[in-house]
């Protein structure tokens, strides 16, 4: 299975745009990237996915490497409750719904 | 409120004891999921359950019992656990078993097996 790799921890500042990065570089052509974060004393939370191009929603936009060998989960305004451990995630082609969490990057935001 | 309910959020139980965790969602999903989830790893995928048949079981030793009674409840019967059982135990759902469905998750049950 494809694996990805975070950094453990990044700080952010409140008000600023963060770039949290994920390397996958054993990535193959049909594995979508998703993007999960969990909140102090909950549950993970879907954040997006995308598979080549570029993806926005209202909680954050996907920029996927013309590659695919990297992506980055881009908080456009970091608030304190965006404090979280947020996870990038392959899956697999034909495997059912199977995520496989890794040990994401907490992110800690400074007021 | 994700649409998934988890009780109880919280169970102290013995070695010895029989104890179930209850899961429940409202958002007419036929997937559902229990994630095992320790201090300091990864999160787990223990059992997989669509349209209430079994689909996946993650060699689970067999004092996890689940069971999945209708597309709305899953149960994670427990008995004889060890304490390195203690962990957050995590229900999931989705709308089906496909790839790429969002995952909807509850809050946990935090067990402490003593």
């Known amino acids: 299975d494809a694996k990805t790799t975070q950094p453990n921890s990044m700080e952010s500042n409140e008000e600023e745009p963060v770039h949290l990065p994920c390397n996958h570089s054993?990535?193959?052509?049909?594995?979508?990237i998703h993007w999960y974060r969990q909140l102090p004393s909950q549950g993970p939370e879907y954040v997006i996915h995308g598979l080549t191009s570029n993806v926005n929603n209202r909680m954050a936009s996907l920029a996927i490497a013309e590659d695919r060998k990297s992506s980055t989960l881009i908080l456009h305004r970091a608030t304190l409750r965006d404090a979280a451990v947020y996870y990038c995630i392959l899956s697999v082609r034909n495997a059912g719904n199977m995520l496989t969490f890794g040990g994401g990057t907490r992110l800690m935001v400074k007021p | 409120e994700t649409g998934v309910t988890q009780t109880p959020r919280h169970l102290v139980m013995g070695m010895t004891n029989k104890k179930s965790l209850k899961c429940e969602q409202h958002l007419g999903h036929n997937a559902m999921y229990w994630y095992k989830q320790s201090a300091k790893k990864p999160l787990e995928l223990m059992f997989v359950?669509?349209?209430?048949?079994?689909?996946e079981n993650n060699s689970v030793p067999s004092r996890f019992s689940p069971e999945c009674p209708n597309s709305s409840h899953l149960f994670l019967h427990l008995h004889t656990l060890q304490p390195e059982d203690s962990a957050l135990y995590l229900c999931?759902?989705?709308?089906?078993?496909?790839?790429?469905?969002?995952?909807?998750f509850g809050s946990g049950t935090q067990l402490s097996v003593l």
């Open positions: 054993t990535i193959s052509g049909t594995d979508y």
């Open positions: 359950y669509n349209f209430k048949e079994q689909t």
């Open positions: 999931a759902s989705s709308q089906d078993w496909r790839e790429n469905e969002k995952l909807f």
